[in-house]
DNA sequence: AGCGACAGTTCCACTATCCGGAATTGACTT
DNA sequence: AAGTCAATTCCGGATAGTGGAACTGTCGCT
C-alpha cells in the first residue's frame, strides 16, 4: 500500500485507478509533440504491462490516439469535454464583458487565469492584434511564482493554503527577473496583497510585461486572476501604474459581481 | 463479456472503471449548465453509491467540479489537456493554411471537423466575422446525418464500418430537410461519393447551408470533412456550385499533403 | 412547529477488476 | 543471419472498486 512516502511533493496522491489514467494523460500533455511508449514509460512510475494496458483503455475511451506506429497523443474527445467545461464555466460568462471592456480601455491583451492545481489555467483572453489565433492561450498552464496572474490569485489564499502551495513549486527560472524561491515570492506577496496588483517584470519572459489583480475565491468559483499584458516598450511605469488601476477596478467589479450571481451565501 | 465484435468504433460498451469514469463525464457534457447528483443518477445505470464515488474522485482529478451545494460540472483541467491536444494535433497543424485560404477564397466560415466514435468533432474553424469569438465550435460536436462535413466523412468510409455506424445513429430531426433515417442517408451518401461533395440544405439549423468536402482518413489520420458555410440569402445555388469546386479542390491538396507529410506509408 | 419525502452521504463485505513480473512476438540494426 | 531493443500478451494474485442498505440532512407541506 505504502503511497505515499515521506517527502511526497506532487499536487496530489494518486487516488486509484483514475488518479493512474489522468496522470498518464499529464505525461502526454507535459510533452511537446506525440510520445512514444517508452518515453511514457519512462516519466511513469508504472511497471510495462500496467501503463500498456493503461494506455490502451485510454485509447479504447478516445481520450488518447494511438497513432499507428507506437505513438501516443491526447485525444479529440477531449475537445470536446473541455468546450462545454468553457461554455457552461460561470465564472468565465461573468468575467467576458469585464474582460471586454478592460481590453478597450487600454487597447492591450487581456487574460482571465484561475488557480488550479499548482498552475494557472487561462480561461479567457482577449486579444490585443485581431484575431490573431484565440486558441493560442486558452487552457494553456502557466507557473505561479513568475506571473501576474499567479501572484495575483496566491494573493488571496489563507496563509496556510499558501504555505503550502508555495513550498511545493519548482521555481523554475525563465528570466533574470523570475523570483528565485519561496522566501522572495512570500516577500512579493505581501506587496500584492497591501498594493492589489501584481506586477511581472519579464519574469516569465523577456520584453513582456503585465498588470494583474486578483479575484478571490468566492464560495463556487476559484481564485483567479485578471490581467492586463504589454510588450516592454509599450508598457513603460507610467503606463503600467495607469494599468494598475483599471485592472484592480475591474478585478473588483467582477469579484462583486461574482459574489452576488454565485454565492451570496458565501 | 459485453466484448464486441470486429469493427468497433463507437459508443462501445464501457470497458471497466475508465470506461464508467468517462460515460459520467459525457453525462455532464450532454446537460447545458450544472447538474445535480440526482440528475446524473437518472441518466446513469450505476447504482447510488458507486455513482457518488466516482464523482468525488472525478473531482478530486479535476475533471469535474462540485459547485459546492451538490452541483457538478465538467473541470477546469480539462481546459488545459484540450489545448495541448489541439496544439499537438497534427491534422490540424497540416490543414490549418488550407482553411485560410479557402476562408479569403470565399468569404465565408470555413469548418474542419473530423470523425470521432458517431458524431463530429470541430477541429478549426476560420471565422467570416471579425473574431465573433473563435472558442464558439472548436471541440463542439455535431450529429453525422445533417451536416456537411458529417455525411463527408461517412461517405469515406468502407461499407461494413458505415453500415455499423448508420445502424447506430439516433436520426434526430433537426428540421423538415433532415434526412430522416439510414435509407435516405445511404441514398445520399452515394450522392457524396459520386459527386465528391456533401450538401446541407438546411438539415441541421433553418437559414444555414453548407458544402463539404471529404478527407479520407490516412493511415495516422481519421476522417474528416471540410466546409463552407453560409445563410441562406448568400448561398444560393450558383454559389454553392462554386463553392463545391473550391471546396472539393481544397479537401483535395489536404488530403494529398496529410499522405505525404503522415503517412507515406499508409 | 412537526412530519414526511427526497437528496446526498457513509458503510462494509464481496468479488470483479486491475496489477505487474515474466515470457512472447515483432521490428530494426550490424 | 544473429542480436538488440521495443511493444505486446499472459495469468495468478490481491487490490480497489462495487453496490445494497442504512444514515443524515434538507426542504416542502399541513
Redesign the pocket.
Known amino acids: 500500500?505504502g503511497?505515499r512516502a515521506a517527502g511526497d511533493s506532487g499536487p496530489e496522491r494518486q487516488?486509484?485507478?483514475?488518479?493512474?489514467a489522468v496522470e498518464v494523460l499529464e505525461i502526454i500533455a507535459s510533452a511537446e509533440g506525440p510520445m512514444?511508449?517508452?518515453?511514457i514509460?519512462a516519466r511513469s512510475d508504472?511497471?510495462?504491462?500496467?501503463l500498456?494496458?493503461?494506455?490502451?483503455?485510454l485509447a479504447a475511451e478516445g481520450l488518447v490516439t494511438?497513432d499507428r506506429g507506437?505513438?501516443y497523443s491526447l485525444g479529440l474527445r477531449l475537445l470536446k469535454f473541455a468546450s462545454r467545461a468553457w461554455a457552461d464555466n460561470a465564472f468565465r460568462a461573468v468575467a467576458e464583458p469585464y474582460l471586454r471592456r478592460l481590453h478597450e480601455a487600454t487597447g492591450e491583451t487581456v487574460h482571465l487565469a484561475v488557480l488550479a492545481g499548482d498552475e494557472m489555467i487561462y480561461l479567457d483572453k482577449v486579444e490585443s492584434r485581431k484575431a490573431v489565433r484565440m486558441h493560442s492561450q486558452i487552457g494553456n498552464t502557466a507557473p505561479l511564482h513568475c506571473t501576474g496572474v499567479g501572484k495575483a490569485a496566491l494573493s488571496t489564499l489563507e496563509p496556510d493554503e499558501l504555505a503550502l502551495v508555495v513550498g511545493r513549486l519548482s521555481y523554475e527560472r525563465f528570466t533574470e527577473n523570475t523570483l528565485p524561491g519561496p522566501g522572495p515570492l512570500l516577500d512579493e506577496l505581501a506587496r500584492v496583497r497591501a498594493e492589489g496588483v501584481a506586477y511581472d517584470r519579464e519574469e516569465h519572459g523577456p520584453g513582456i510585461r503585465c498588470v494583474a489583480a486578483p479575484i478571490p475565491s468566492s464560495g463556487r468559483s476559484r481564485a483567479a486572476g485578471l490581467s492586463v499584458t504589454g510588450p516592454i516598450f509599450r508598457a513603460g511605469e507610467e503606463r503600467m501604474q495607469l494599468w494598475a488601476g483599471l485592472v484592480r477596478d475591474v478585478a473588483a467589479e467582477v469579484t462583486e459581481e461574482l459574489r452576488a450571481r454565485l454565492g451570496p451565501r458565501a
Open positions: 500500500m503511497r487516488t486509484g485507478t483514475l488518479g493512474k512514444r511508449f517508452t518515453d514509460l508504472q511497471p510495462r504491462g500496467t500498456h494496458r493503461q494506455l490502451t483503455n494511438a507506437h505513438s
